[in-house]
Protein backbone atom coordinates (compact mmCIF):
# COMPACT_ATOMS: atom_id res chain seq x y z
CA UNK A 1 0.00 0.00 0.00
CA UNK A 2 0.87 3.29 -1.08
CA UNK A 3 1.88 5.86 1.39
CA UNK A 4 2.51 9.36 0.90
CA UNK A 5 3.83 11.84 3.49
CA UNK A 6 4.30 15.49 3.26
CA UNK A 7 5.95 17.69 5.40
CA UNK A 8 8.35 20.87 5.64
CA UNK A 9 5.64 23.69 5.56
CA UNK A 10 5.20 26.56 7.95
CA UNK A 11 3.98 29.89 9.19
CA UNK A 12 6.58 32.63 6.57
CA UNK A 13 6.23 36.34 5.70
CA UNK A 14 6.03 37.50 2.40
CA UNK A 15 9.25 36.96 0.69
CA UNK A 16 10.60 34.26 2.38
CA UNK A 17 11.06 30.67 1.74
CA UNK A 18 10.17 27.08 2.47
CA UNK A 19 11.04 23.53 1.27
CA UNK A 20 8.60 21.17 1.28
CA UNK A 21 9.74 17.07 1.11
CA UNK A 22 7.37 14.27 0.44
CA UNK A 23 8.09 10.46 1.25
CA UNK A 24 6.57 7.89 -0.47
CA UNK A 25 6.90 4.60 0.37
CA UNK A 26 5.56 1.33 -1.87
CA UNK A 27 6.10 2.64 -5.07
CA UNK A 28 8.03 2.24 -8.32
CA UNK A 29 9.02 6.11 -7.24
CA UNK A 30 11.90 5.97 -9.74
CA UNK A 31 9.91 5.74 -13.05
CA UNK A 32 6.81 7.57 -11.73
CA UNK A 33 5.92 11.18 -12.45
CA UNK A 34 5.23 12.72 -9.17
CA UNK A 35 3.29 16.06 -8.40
CA UNK A 36 2.72 18.60 -6.12
CA UNK A 37 -0.79 20.10 -5.60
CA UNK A 38 -2.02 22.81 -3.04
CA UNK A 39 -5.75 23.57 -2.24
CA UNK A 40 -6.51 27.08 -0.43
CA UNK A 41 -9.41 27.46 1.56
CA UNK A 42 -12.53 27.52 -0.14
CA UNK A 43 -10.40 26.80 -3.56
CA UNK A 44 -10.12 23.61 -5.76
CA UNK A 45 -6.90 21.90 -5.00
CA UNK A 46 -4.61 22.98 -7.94
CA UNK A 47 -1.32 21.57 -9.51
CA UNK A 48 1.76 23.43 -9.13
CA UNK A 49 4.61 21.28 -10.41
CA UNK A 50 5.71 17.87 -11.38
CA UNK A 51 8.78 15.96 -12.33
CA UNK A 52 9.32 12.69 -14.49
CA UNK A 53 11.48 10.47 -13.16
CA UNK A 54 14.51 11.26 -15.42
CA UNK A 55 13.70 14.78 -13.96
CA UNK A 56 11.89 16.99 -16.68
CA UNK A 57 9.71 19.34 -14.56
CA UNK A 58 6.37 21.60 -15.89
CA UNK A 59 4.99 24.05 -13.26
CA UNK A 60 1.76 26.61 -13.32
CA UNK A 61 2.21 29.48 -14.22
CA UNK A 62 2.16 31.14 -10.97
CA UNK A 63 5.02 29.74 -9.38
CA UNK A 64 7.01 29.74 -12.43
CA UNK A 65 10.67 31.17 -11.35
CA UNK A 66 9.55 30.67 -7.46
CA UNK A 67 9.23 27.29 -6.98
CA UNK A 68 11.61 24.23 -7.81
CA UNK A 69 10.41 20.43 -8.04
CA UNK A 70 12.93 18.20 -7.45
CA UNK A 71 13.67 14.18 -6.80
CA UNK A 72 15.85 11.73 -4.95
CA UNK A 73 15.31 8.36 -6.29
CA UNK A 74 17.44 6.68 -4.48
CA UNK A 75 15.42 8.30 -1.21
CA UNK A 76 11.96 8.18 -2.98
CA UNK A 77 11.26 11.91 -1.96
CA UNK A 78 9.95 14.38 -4.12
CA UNK A 79 10.84 18.24 -2.84
CA UNK A 80 9.67 21.56 -3.28
CA UNK A 81 11.42 24.84 -2.98
CA UNK A 82 9.34 27.55 -2.73
CA UNK A 83 10.92 31.50 -2.91
CA UNK A 84 9.70 34.56 -2.95
CA UNK A 85 6.48 33.72 -1.01
CA UNK A 86 3.37 35.49 -1.31
CA UNK A 87 0.50 35.49 0.60
CA UNK A 88 -1.83 33.79 -2.16
CA UNK A 89 0.83 30.60 -2.04
CA UNK A 90 -1.19 29.91 1.22
CA UNK A 91 -2.31 26.08 1.00
CA UNK A 92 -2.43 23.00 2.08
CA UNK A 93 0.36 21.54 -0.01
CA UNK A 94 -0.12 17.93 -1.12
CA UNK A 95 2.34 15.36 -3.37
CA UNK A 96 0.69 12.78 -5.68
CA UNK A 97 1.32 11.00 -8.66
CA UNK A 98 -0.69 11.89 -11.93
CA UNK A 99 -2.74 9.75 -13.59
CA UNK A 100 -4.25 10.78 -16.52
CA UNK A 101 -7.00 8.29 -16.13
CA UNK A 102 -7.90 8.61 -12.63
CA UNK A 103 -6.75 12.21 -11.75
CA UNK A 104 -3.72 10.95 -9.07
CA UNK A 105 -2.71 7.29 -7.96
CA UNK A 106 -2.45 7.21 -4.81
CA UNK A 107 -4.85 8.30 -2.01
CA UNK A 108 -4.27 11.86 -0.80
CA UNK A 109 -2.01 12.06 2.56
CA UNK A 110 -2.53 14.26 4.88
CA UNK A 111 -0.72 17.48 3.49
CA UNK A 112 1.49 20.29 4.86
CA UNK A 113 0.30 23.77 5.53
CA UNK A 114 1.78 27.09 4.21
CA UNK A 115 1.25 29.97 5.32
CA UNK A 116 2.41 33.45 4.22
CA UNK A 117 2.02 36.38 5.96
CA UNK A 118 1.52 39.93 4.34
Known amino acids: QVQLVESGGGLVQAGGSLRLSCAAS????????MAWYRQAPGKQRELVAR???????YYTDSVKGRFTISRDNAKNRVYLQMNSLKPEDTAVYYCNAPSLRKGVLYSWGQGTQVTVSS
Open 51 to 57: ITGRSTT
Open 26 to 33: GTLFSIEV
